[in-house]
């Protein structure tokens, strides 16, 4: 079964530096998402991107937070200037035709700032 | 803000009992889908609903979309400790994203 693919499972990182997290989505999907959970925590939206834009963001995406889609295979996240309450899964996402029918989620990077 | 409010938060059962796992809201959604997340795992879709009074079974599984679409139930049939889990909830937000719900945690005794 097709999979999205996440890279690393684990980033340690410094207060301060720029951590750069990897996804590649199901090879026929045209939308992509990254979520987060803090431990304990809900599922929180963060961005998603269709047609090599952005289409919606939270609040949480502020100026620190950037997608690019740098080739047809990988989506990546990048935060540049990592807190301590950066700490937390992010988890990569697509879809075939929007949310209507749900994504498929991959396993998560587990990103600690320390 | 929309909110999706899932009782109960924790659900500790016997194998073979029956459970029925509620997510509530004050908000109409487009549609709803059910996840389950296993500890250190992305979620993984189980179904998902779109019409209000909608009712779809999968295997033991019953899910259930109210008629208002403001909420939903997850039924399970004679529970197996494979069924342990983070049970989610997601209703559509606008055209882009998913909200999720605040989750059951599941615990099937053997």
């Known amino acids: 079964e097709p999979e999205v693919t996440q890279t690393p499972s684990h980033q340690v990182t410094q207060m301060g530096q720029e951590v750069i997290l990897r996804c590649v989505p199901i090879?026929?999907?045209?939308?992509f998402y990254w979520y987060r959970q803090i431990l304990g925590q809900k599922v929180e939206f963060l961005v998603s991107?269709?047609?090599?834009?952005?289409?919606?963001k939270s609040e949480i995406f502020d100026d620190q937070f950037s997608v690019e889609r740098p080739d047809g295979s990988n989506f990546t996240l990048k935060i540049r200037s990592t807190k301590l309450e950066d700490s937390a899964m992010y988890f990569c996402a697509s879809s075939e035709e929007g949310i209507r029918y749900g994504y498929t989620f991959g396993s998560g990077t587990r990103l600690t700032v320390v | 803000t929309q909110l999706l409010e899932q009782s109960p938060q924790f659900l500790s059962i016997q194998e073979g009992e029956n459970l029925t796992v509620y997510c509530n809201s004050s908000?109409?959604?487009?549609?709803l889908q059910w996840y389950r997340q296993e500890p250190g795992e992305g979620p993984v879709l189980l179904v998902t609903v779109v019409t209000g009074g909608e009712v779809k079974k999968l295997k033991r599984l019953t899910f259930q979309f109210g008629d208002a679409r403001k909420d939903s139930s997850l039924h399970i049939t004679a529970a197996q400790p494979g069924d342990t889990g983070l049970y989610l909830c997601a209703g559509a937000s606008g055209t882009y994203k998913y909200i999720f719900g605040t989750g059951t945690r599941l615990k099937v005794l053997a």
């Open positions: 908000s109409v959604f487009s549609s």
């Open positions: 991107f269709y047609n090599n834009e952005i289409s919606e």
């Open positions: 090879s026929n999907h045209l939308y």
